[in-house]
């Protein structure tokens, strides 16, 4: 071990035994890590690059995992769309957004009216308003086909700030 590193400091990577076990954390600690940038208030120039990085790593890490599945890619699609937008960056947020909804059609309404939710707001940040309206009304019309109480709330509630944003 290098002079001066604690055994705290020493990289997380050499806690795994695998491949696999590597895939699986990072997968869900870079989005985590994602969300808590997103999150950040004043924000600055690093943590935006940074959160960019995290957010395309996670999603790098589920591809890796044989459990890997369309609903994962259409999180980690959405995730990055959502990443983009909030930065300003209209037209890869609509390129994340098309990609979620690409394998999200298979999904229940929750995460299919995520991908229009991504889309909605895309649309909306490049001041395309035929857009921003047909995908916000396709995710209203699949929050109200949610059946998990908890979920539907968070849909309905960010269609509602993004309608009114």
Known sequence: M???VSPLQTPKLFMFTNETAAHQYFSADFFGKTWE???KQGRNQEDDER???LAHASLAHWRMREDCTDRH?????????RVHAVLGQAENA?????LCLAV???EPPFF???AHEALARAAKLAGDGKAFRCHLESAQIL???VEDAEEKTMLVDDLNKLAQA
């Not at 890619?73 to 769309?81: A, D, N």
């Open 94 to 98: 609509r390129h994340y957004g098309d």
């Open 112 to 114: 299919l009216g995520y």
């Open 143 to 145: 929050a109200e086909q």
């Open 51 to 53: 959160m960019i990085s």
């Open 37 to 39: 940038l997103l999150e």
């Open 104 to 106: 999200s059609g298979r």
């Open 73 to 81: 890619l259409s999180i980690g699609y959405w995730q990055i769309s």
């Open 2 to 4: 290098a002079t001066g």
